[in-house]
């Protein structure tokens, strides 16, 4: 097994994607449901930028007081156009009272919170097409207005 390749980080993007307020569901079988509308926001990769577009949403789910499972829909429209779908999916933990500031939209210190992320893209671009091909990891962190990520392609 000494042959196989150890996966390396290759910087892909920074987002700053903007917020509006929770829309509280409330407690469910599953635990407490909420939905963020996203509003818009940045991209900035290497040698390339794109815009955040208004429309999706991040649907959380928190499972504990110290856990919310987060699955984030949206769309991505590059400076040349193209357009990208974005699934990302992220765990959030942190301790009780870190997260309850979170969820009430207070800011907190990043280095206290686990937020972790795997997106995924899709795109109609034969340029991009290589995205779908590949996996992303990130890391991430909730501001009252935003959240901002970097994201990682896993070589």
């Not at 569901?25 to 449901?33: A, S």
């Not at 769309?75 to 992220?90: F, K, P, S």
């Not at 995924?120 to 962190?141: D, H, Q, V």
Request: net charge negative; with cysteine.
């Amino acid at each position: 097994m000494s042959n196989l390749p150890t996966p390396e980080l290759k910087f892909f993007a920074d987002l700053s994607v903007e917020v509006a307020k929770p829309i509280e569901v409330g407690q469910t079988i599953h635990g407490t449901r909420r939905l963020i509308p996203i509003l818009g926001g940045t991209v900035k990769g290497d040698g390339w930028t794109a815009r955040v577009l208004p429309g999706g949403a991040d649907f959380q789910l928190i499972v504990t007081d110290q856990m919310a499972e987060l699955d984030a829909r949206y769309a991505l429209e590059t400076d040349a156009g193209d357009v990208i779908y974005v699934q990302n999916h992220a765990i959030r933990t942190a301790s009780p009272e870190v997260m309850a500031k979170l969820i009430k939209g207070e800011m907190v210190n990043a280095e206290a919170v686990y937020f972790r992320c795997t997106p995924r893209f899709e795109t109609a671009s034969p340029a991009l097409s290589w995205i779908s091909e590949r996996l992303f990891i990130g890391t991430g962190a909730r501001h009252p207005d935003r959240v901002v990520m970097r994201f990682f392609e896993v070589s």
